[in-house]
């Protein structure tokens, strides 16, 4: 699977006076400005590589639609806060899954169990089927994750038109990560030329499989879907730093599911809830389930890892990512970890930093709930929330008494250094990940400021 993979900063366009992010506004590029970025050529060459059509055919049906996919995607991210986060990460994201489709899609022959003569005869149409899959399997993020606006003041959606002004865009803040892949059907035929679905239509089971890909039913797209799964993980796998191969061949599973079925568990057999002199991890609300941050991750990452599931984000920060991805908790703004003062009716109280969950994603039954906590679970106005700090911090739960305040007088840089030494060394703070305040090259450590210093306060 060597094909492209260099890691590099993605590219950008240069500037040319027009209203830009630093201004709150992005404009809208033409497809072909998008597309000219060197590393999206090289995936574009290997796709053209992978097919057996003919040059006019592949204008048509594969090149015609990239370059209106190109021209919604736009300068999209990929993610919020995980994978393909940075500007153009949609695209990058799409095309790289689409190359590494059209890559593993050559190791089968389709239709499965067709006679030779027929897949001889209808190869094509499954590759072009398997690549449109991969390409559009997150295009639907632009309807249901992200509310756009152009500079008139309109909101926009990609079944209008390509965007002609200047646009910003925010993330909706209650996303169902199950609404994306449904929603990409529906600009089907707005990229799709009628003579290319004219074409698939003609294999019923090729249009089937497509059609249930975009509806992210992969369970009835068989071996094309299995596919599509595995070139999409290669993609997050690479942009994440991790292995892509290793990815692919990955059993597919449901890492949101296998987290819910920790949480499940570990309340029903090991976490105590409301204790009402200290001891807890975690308290039940009317509202709301309340865990403490760092004890949660730690405690859900052992109960995966002892069923076996190696694929566990190892540091917090990642794992908070992936149940703020997939909505298993509900962020407090944009982060995952809410800061909470906890009083239970006995006097006890304190400060904790913690995750807050929908009491129905663990209880479905309302009679099987616990009985409420007797107190309060109130969120503290004004703490600034920086998820990288619960990793370097042993959350401790049994704490009785307030936490001493903190000396004005700054640090020297001597107990900075001995502290970041310390934590490093630790494993408490993250290095060379996207979102890590420490990065080493060629010998030299970098850090990112402001950032390192409020982790440090």
């Known amino acids: 699977m060597r094909i492209?993979?260099?890691?590099?900063?993605?590219?950008?366009?240069?500037?040319?006076g027009r209203p830009n992010a630093t201004e709150g506004w992005l404009h809208p590029e033409s497809a072909q400005i998008l597309l000219a970025v060197?590393?999206?050529?090289?995936?574009?060459?290997?796709?053209?590589?992978?097919?057996?059509?003919?040059?006019?055919?592949?204008?048509?049906?594969?090149?015609?639609?990239?370059?209106?996919?190109?021209?919604?995607?736009?300068?999209?991210?990929?993610?919020?806060?995980?994978?393909?986060a940075h500007a153009g990460g949609l695209l990058d994201h799409s095309l790289e899954a689409a190359c590494y489709a059209a890559r593993l899609r050559q190791s089968y022959?389709?239709?499965?169990?067709?006679a030779p003569e027929d897949q001889a005869a209808q190869s094509e149409r499954w590759t072009t089927v398997i690549i449109y899959a991969a390409l559009l399997h997150d295009l639907g993020k632009l309807i249901t994750d992200i509310e756009v606006e152009d500079i008139s003041g309109?909101?926009?959606?990609?079944?209008?038109?390509?965007?002609t002004q200047p646009y910003r865009f925010r993330y909706l803040p209650q996303r169902d990560y199950l609404r994306h892949p449904a929603a990409a059907a529906l600009l089907l035929t707005q990229l799709l030329p009628p003579e290319s679905l004219d074409w698939l239509a003609a294999d019923a089971a090729a249009l089937s499989t497509l059609l249930h890909c975009l509806n992210?039913?992969?369970?009835?797209?068989?071996?094309?879907?299995?596919?599509?799964?595995?070139?999409?993980?290669?993609?997050?796998?690479?942009?994440?730093?991790?292995?892509?191969?290793?990815?692919?061949?990955?059993?597919?599973t449901s890492l949101p599911q296998q987290i819910i079925a920790a949480l499940r568990d570990l309340l029903a057999h090991e976490f105590r809830l409301n204790n009402p002199n200290g001891g807890?991890?975690?308290?039940?609300?009317?509202?709301?389930?309340?865990?403490v941050s760092k004890n949660a991750a730690d405690a859900v990452r052992g109960w995966l890892l002892r069923q076996g599931i190696d694929a566990v984000p190892q540091h917090n920060v990642r794992l908070f990512d992936e149940m703020q991805a997939h909505q298993l908790?509900?962020?407090?703004?944009?982060?995952?970890?809410?800061?909470?003062r906890i009083e239970a009716s006995s006097g006890w109280s304190s400060e904790l930093t913690l995750l807050r969950f929908s009491p129905s994603l663990?209880?479905?039954?309302?009679?099987?709930?616990?009985?409420?906590?007797?107190?309060?679970?109130?969120?503290?106005?004004?703490?600034?929330?920086?998820?990288?700090?619960?990793?370097?911090?042993?959350?401790?739960?049994?704490?009785?008494?307030?936490?001493p305040e903190q000396n004005d007088t700054a640090l020297s840089g001597e107990a900075f250094w001995q502290w970041l030494v310390r934590n490093v060394q630790a494993q408490h703070l993250e290095v060379n990940e996207p979102n890590a305040r420490i990065h080493t090259v060629a010998g030299s450590v970098f850090l990112v400021t402001p950032g390192i210093f409020q982790t440090l306060a």
């Open 4 to 16: 492209w993979l260099t890691r590099k900063k993605p590219e950008t366009t240069p500037s040319d």
């Open 38 to 84: 060197s590393s999206r050529q090289q995936l574009i060459q290997f796709i053209r590589q992978s097919t057996a059509l003919p040059a006019s055919l592949f204008e048509r049906f594969w090149l015609a639609p990239l370059h209106r996919f190109a021209e919604l995607a736009q300068l999209f991210p990929a993610s919020e806060n995980h994978h393909h």
């Open 109 to 114: 022959l389709f239709p499965p169990d067709a």
């Open 154 to 163: 309109q909101r926009w959606f990609p079944w209008h038109r390509p965007l």
């Open 216 to 252: 992210g039913q992969y369970q009835y797209a068989g071996l094309a879907g299995k596919l599509v799964q595995k070139a999409d993980r290669a993609s997050v796998a690479f942009n994440l730093g991790g292995d892509p191969i290793k990815a692919i061949h990955r059993p597919q």
């Open 280 to 291: 807890s991890d975690g308290w039940l609300t009317e509202e709301a389930l309340w865990l």
């Open 329 to 340: 908790l509900i962020p407090c703004e944009d982060k995952a970890i809410w800061h909470c």
């Open 362 to 403: 663990i209880w479905e039954d309302p009679q099987q709930r616990p009985a409420a906590f007797i107190g309060t679970v109130a969120p503290i106005v004004g703490v600034q929330n920086e998820t990288e700090a619960v990793i370097a911090t042993d959350a401790v739960v049994e704490q009785l008494s307030p936490q």
